[in-house]
């Protein structure tokens, strides 16, 4: 019912940037939270930032506060990631997640996008 695409991971170096989209269809989006998670070889996944659909309230994790950015555009239905002063720490596989309790599953994710920050 839903599907979530990622684009625009890549490879930069320390002090770059990147931006990180992801289109949603399947349905309309309103009580919707879109957020995104990234996972690092040998690591937990941990979540990144988060956006509420329609109020537009934003969440970040701490260790990315300041130098990232989470945005949406209602009419393209598509949350992006600006990623501002990377660094290698940054490196991860991302991935865009879509919650709403009140759908079966409550939760839907894109395939992933990589992003590798070079030192």
């Known amino acids: 019912q839903v599907q979530l695409v990622e684009s625009g991971g890549g490879l930069v170096q320390t002090g770059g940037s990147l931006r990180l989209s992801c289109a949603a269809s399947?349905?309309?989006?309103?009580?919707?939270?879109l957020g995104w998670f990234r996972q690092a070889p040998g690591k937990e996944r941990e979540a990144v930032a988060a956006i509420r659909w329609s109020a537009g309230n934003t969440w970040y994790t701490d260790s990315v506060k300041g130098r990232f950015t989470i945005s949406r555009d209602n009419a393209k239905k598509t949350v992006y990631l600006q990623m501002n002063t990377l660094k290698p720490e940054d490196t991860a596989a991302y991935s865009c997640?879509?919650?709403?309790?009140?759908?079966?599953?409550?939760?839907?994710w894109g395939q992933g996008t990589q992003v590798t920050v070079s030192s």
């Open positions: 997640n879509l919650r709403n309790r009140g759908l079966n599953p409550p939760n839907y």
């Open positions: 399947g349905r309309t989006l309103g009580n919707d939270a």
